[in-house]
Structures are given as C-alpha cells and as structure tokens.
C-alpha cells in the first residue's frame, strides 16, 4: 500500500505497480518509462474535458477544456509540458500533425481580434516554440479537424456547413467544399491522403477528390486569366505566355504545363 506517498522524482522505471494502492501518492517529476499500472495515473483536469488524444509518436497526450484551455502531457513522467491558451471558448476538436510537432484544434472561438464578428478561428500551435497561428473563415462552430497523412494540409468541419483545407505552410485556406445542407460534424483523410470524407446533421457522407477539386479550381483560374487578358489586348505590353502560367502556378499550387500536358516556352 502506498496510500499518499511521496514518490515525487523516483525512479520507477519497469516497476510493476498492478495491484498496488496509490491513492493520493505524489508521482510529480518521477521516472515512470514501462511502468505497468492496473490503472495509468488520473490527469486532473481544471475545467470539463471536451478532447483529449495521443501524438502520433507516442510522447504526448494532448487535452482541450471547457475554458479554451490546451494542455500537453509527458506519457513518461505525466509532467505537463505545455499549457496553450488563446481559445476564448471550449475546445471542440483537436488534432497531432504526422511528425508530432504541431497541433491544430477549433471550436466556438470568436473573439475581438477576429475580422467579423461571425468569424470562428481555427488555431495552429507549434508545440516546440509555443507559438499559434490563426486561420480564420468560418463563421460558426468549427466542429472537427484532420491533418493529411504528409502533414501539408489541414482539413476543417464546421456548423455552417462548409468544409475547408488549409495550406499549413502558407497558413491559407486553398478550396472551400459546398454541398453539405445542414451542419459538417466530422471530417478525415483517406489513408493516401488524395480524398477526404466528410459527415454532418443532413445525413449524409460525402465523398471529395483533393486532386479533382484542385484541378476544378485550376480550370476557373484559367477562364479568369484568359478573360484578363482578352481585357489587356490593348495593352501596349502585354504580358507573354509565360508570365501567365507563372502566374497561375503560383495561384493554384499545381503546375499548368504537368496539368495541360502541353509544353511552353517561358
């Protein structure tokens, strides 16, 4: 029995704890690698626990309050590492980026630095600098995120029935998917990360071809730059080929020429 010991900073690397009575045992700080409990240590929380998740790698156990709070865990020692705040209301999903190094997580989070007041932010944090980046564009709930299996792009699910995919590097929102009627509740990849499948209030689950979906984009972007330039006929320099696919290139993140399966001199 080991009822309220002081265990704190001890070395209980591959100690067989089953059976053991630790109530109230202090274990802050303490070397618990291989421990086998009956049952793993309770992480009191401070205020009502909406989500919780392991990192992919096994190192972390993440957990988002009713406050808006996010917390990160040491699955080794249960030290809490990290504690995020900037959420002003609960947090409603979250989700580990492949590598383990950032988390994205969404909720009912309109706050006064947001552009509109019908403005609901999804929030990225780098765990290792502590640091949060903003997208924002939906303008209800956020209710579920999903990262792609090579960790490029985030995908969101949100009340106002809309999905989104977010490009983590550039921190943009790339292609808003319609089609849902009623509010988007869950959202992930496939394993290859080319589709993601998406759920809501209407009944239904839909189906979206990432690639298909870009090229969509591409084909409007193209018919917009052509339009421009019917209008630049009459400049007196106009832009060459070149500069355009260029220019689409950047818009549209997939290269033109591979697209077309053309060849052209830039």
Known sequence: MFDSAQLQGADLRQVNLRGAWLRKANLSEAQMTGVHFGELPLLKQDNSLMVCLYSPDG???????????????????WERLWVFEGHKQEVECMVYSPDSNHIASGGEDRTIASKSADETMLRLWDIETETCHVLRGHNDWVRSVAHSPDGSQVTSASDDNTVRLWNVAVEECQHILTGHTDAVRFVLYSPNGDR???????????????????????????????????????????????????????????PLKKWLGMEFSE
């Open 59 to 77: 190192k972390t156990i993440a957990t988002g309050l009713s406050s808006g709070q996010i917390n990160v865990y040491s699955t080794s020692t």
């Open 196 to 254: 993601v499948a998406s759920c809501g209030n209407d009944a239904s689950v839909r189906l979206w071809d990432i690639e298909r979906v870009s090229k969509i984009k591409m084909a409007s972007a193209v018919e917009e730059e052509m339009e421009q330039r019917v209008e630049q006929a009459k400049d007196p320099q106009p832009r060459d080929i070149g500069s355009v696919i260029a220019a689409l290139d950047r818009y549209t993140g997939i």
